[in-house]
């Protein structure tokens, strides 16, 4: 179908509300699978779990329950794995274990709402990469969008309490956001032919194996344990957190994430993420009652005006509709 465009008088297409609307929806999911990793997580660490670990169990279990689908998806088509084996790699090292190996690596060094904040800054990067490779320029509306989605962020994270910052840890962080902004802008990019499923499938066995061979050098710490985790819940196996965080907070995170940014293009669905943050305080106070005060609800707030306001400031474009 012929790329079609309008501005804000005129009507949207059914087609594209529809797309819209999917996109939207599939985000959600991505950015609440993806927010309630670290309060699971935190029953884990608390035992003993090392980080390094808890990643590298998370991503094995989501290419485990991937790959058969992603080998579907493909249809046969094994020529596309041999012709894009340079972006599942790339997506595999930088937006599945990059990001989660520096992050975890940023908040040895620094407090974790800093390193957070610094890591989802990855949307104005990607709004700054779809300007200078593509020309993609932003509009007035779309930069204020994202300067009202930062000032939320920051108010969520609630970064005004003198938090102290490490030029280690801002260096791990800012590696952590080019992995983030690697996630958002390949996993938009239809032009490689790859379906979701097998981009997905593929990133995570890459990641796996990149995050293992991380642990077989040392340089990513691999401590266990099998002791209960403890939550605002009660007390549960510790496997159950585990299979939470490889079957929600990965499979289910990254397959409909791919599925949001085919839908709704790198720079929009780069900002929806934004509500991750807002999702990880929601399930900070469920899971381990950490009560957000009044400051991070507005902050939460402002993110969701920022994303209108992105919306507002771009144009849209109707394509086919991926298969997954």
């Not at 407090?111 to 800054?121: C, F, K, N, S």
């Not at 000032?151 to 003198?162: N, T």
């Not at 938090?163 to 690697?182: E, I, N, Y």
């Not at 106070?285 to 993110?303: K, M, S, T």
Request: net charge neutral; with cysteine; charged share 10%.
């Amino acid at each position: 179908m012929a790329s079609m465009t309008h501005d804000g008088a005129a009507p949207v297409p059914v087609a594209a509300g529809q797309r819209l609307a999917s996109g939207l929806g599939f985000a959600l999911v991505s950015a609440l699978s993806f927010g309630m990793s670290g309060s699971l997580a935190r029953g884990l660490l608390d035992t003993g779990w090392s980080p390094g670990a808890v990643v590298l169990v998370r991503v094995g279990i989501a290419a485990l329950l991937v790959l058969p689908f992603g080998l579907v998806a493909l249809r046969g088509r094994w020529g596309l794995l041999r012709d894009n084996a340079g972006v599942i790699a790339l997506y595999g090292l930088l937006a599945v274990a990059g990001a989660q190996f520096c992050y975890f690596s940023a908040v040895q060094h620094m407090q974790v709402a800093p390193a957070l904040l610094i890591e989802y800054t990855a949307p104005a990067a990607v709004v700054c990469w779809m300007w200078l490779r593509h020309g993609h320029r932003p509009g007035p509306v779309t930069l204020v969008g994202a300067a009202v989605s930062v000032a939320g962020l920051a108010l969520v994270l609630d970064l005004f309490s003198g938090a102290q910052l490490s030029v280690v840890g801002v260096l791990w962080a800012l590696g952590a956001m080019v992995g983030a902004a690697s996630y958002f802008v390949i996993s938009a990019d239809e032009s490689f032919g790859l379906p979701p499923m097998a981009l997905a499938a593929g990133g995570l066995v890459v990641g796996t194996l990149v995050l293992g061979a991380l642990g077989l050098l040392g340089v990513l710490p691999m401590t266990a344990g099998t002791a209960p985790a403890q939550y605002a819940v009660g007390e549960v196996s510790w496997w159950v957190p585990l299979l939470a965080l490889g079957v929600v907070t990965a499979a289910i995170a990254y397959t409909t994430g791919i599925a949001a940014g085919r839908r709704l293009g790198s720079r929009l669905a780069s900002f929806v993420a934004l509500l991750e943050v807002v999702a990880a305080v929601g399930f900070a106070w469920l899971l381990l009652h950490e009560l957000p005060g009044w400051i991070q609800l507005a902050g939460g707030l402002l993110v969701l005006v920022g994303v209108v306001g992105v919306k507002a400031g771009e144009r849209t474009v109707v394509r086919v509709e991926p298969t997954i």
